[in-house]
């Protein structure tokens, strides 16, 4: 039998090691926030299923809330970052985590837009409507329709009153980041008909624009011509505020 060769200390020091930068695709999925010499743009994407307070199985494609938010958090802080592009292709998840997110991208300082691009479904939707300007592709779709409880159910009044008040909560913040009244958004989420087996409405691209939920039908040059608008209107308004960064 041959001896296995015990590696000298010299030879372990010659394997190669991962970049904090690999590290960190592996581990997020995505880079960091772009450094001082890349661009002023960071794009943020929500894919897949919003993951909120329980792990989802491993073949599922997620979007970790306890991931975004510490980036939204250095987007607001690093001055290298102008503005942000939210690319959504979503169907929706947890609600709670989606409304974490939702709020944080609504409280940016910086010119923020966001771009449906397959679907936006969900929970997806106050995602969508959270930044400064929303895009929809001609052929994405948006699904909207109540709020949905799964586990273990104690006591059906208050569970009811529960998901009604979240309800609410989900509706008050489309209805105040979009043009949509709330009558009409109630209308399109308590539909029948629409869909096969669930009520709610499936919303595709130009119907999203003519209801009011988002802004312009359009892609990533549109989207990204827009962000530039906003940010260079941003800084116009500094410099007549007198605001030196």
Do not use: W
Request: some cysteine; aromatic content about 4%.
């Amino acid at each position: 039998m041959e001896k296995k060769q015990e590696q000298t200390p010299a030879q372990e020091e010659q394997k190669p090691s991962l970049s904090p930068l690999i590290e960190k695709i592996q581990q997020l999925g995505q880079t960091n926030v772009p450094q001082m010499s890349d661009s002023n743009i960071h794009c943020l994407t929500i894919v897949g299923q919003i993951e909120g307070h329980f792990q989802l199985p491993p073949q599922n494609k997620t979007t970790k809330y306890e991931h975004v938010i510490p980036q939204i958090v250095a987007i607001e802080q690093n001055p290298k970052i102008e503005g942000l592009l939210v690319v959504l292709n979503t169907v929706g998840g947890d609600v709670e985590a989606g409304l974490a997110i939702a709020e944080m991208l609504a409280s940016l300082s910086k010119p923020t837009v966001s771009l449906v691009l397959g679907g936006g479904h969900s929970i997806g939707v106050p995602i969508a409507v959270s930044t400064n300007y929303s895009f929809i592709a001609e052929t994405a779709t948006m699904t909207i329709h109540p709020i949905r409880l799964t586990g273990l159910v104690i006591g059906v009044p208050q569970t009811f009153e529960y998901l009604d008040k979240m309800q609410d909560r989900v509706i008050n913040f489309v209805t105040k980041h979009s043009k949509i009244s709330p009558e009409q958004f109630k209308d399109l989420m308590f539909a029948k008909g629409n869909l096969t087996r669930d009520i709610g409405t499936n919303v595709i691209g130009s119907d999203a624009v003519k209801y009011g939920l988002i802004d312009e039908v359009g892609g990533i040059g549109q989207a990204m011509n827009k962000l530039n608008e906003l940010i260079q209107q941003r800084k116009k308004d500094e410099e007549g505020k007198g605001i030196v960064q």
